[in-house]
């Protein structure tokens, strides 16, 4: 059976600071540079989820878009939006809050109800995103 991929585009506003436990505040300075600053600061991100599956031949869909919709919201959004990453969720906790991360939290968080995860794509500015496929 054919194969099609299906993105969902999500929208979540969240603080962060990047600062390492691991590193002296110079280096903290130096690696992350004005994202160090200690009062951190917010992004509107832009999370793309990607399902892949073979097409129902009876529904002519490949995914049940309102089945992802409530995940992705219900385990995702509502954790992240309108948090400071570094104090408010659990899953940065000696985990530095980069996209890099961010982007693999919301994929151990997926996996867990969507077996046919591909693909996420986390916009963080305009001019940088973070892909990962797990
Ligand atoms: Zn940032």
Redesign the pocket.
């Known amino acids: 059976m054919p194969k099609v991929f299906l993105t969902r585009r999500y929208k979540f506003s969240a603080a962060?600071r990047?600062h390492s436990e691991t590193l002296s505040e110079e280096e903290n300075r130096r690696v992350y540079g004005k994202?160090n600053n200690p009062a951190g600061?917010?992004?509107n991100y832009c999370l793309e989820v990607t399902v892949t599956g073979p097409v129902d031949p009876e529904t002519g869909m490949c995914s049940d878009v309102e089945e992802l919709d409530r995940v992705v919201k219900e385990s995702v959004i509502e954790k992240l939006d309108h948090k400071h990453l570094n104090f408010e969720v659990e899953e940065f906790d000696g985990r530095v809050p980069t996209?890099e991360n961010i982007v693999q939290v919301v994929w151990e968080i997926l996996s867990k109800s969507l077996p046919h995860l591909y693909q996420l794509r986390l916009q963080?500015?305009r001019d940088n995103f973070f892909e990962y496929r797990g």
Do not use: R, S, Y
């Open positions: 962060h990047l994202c600061h917010g992004h996209g963080e500015t």
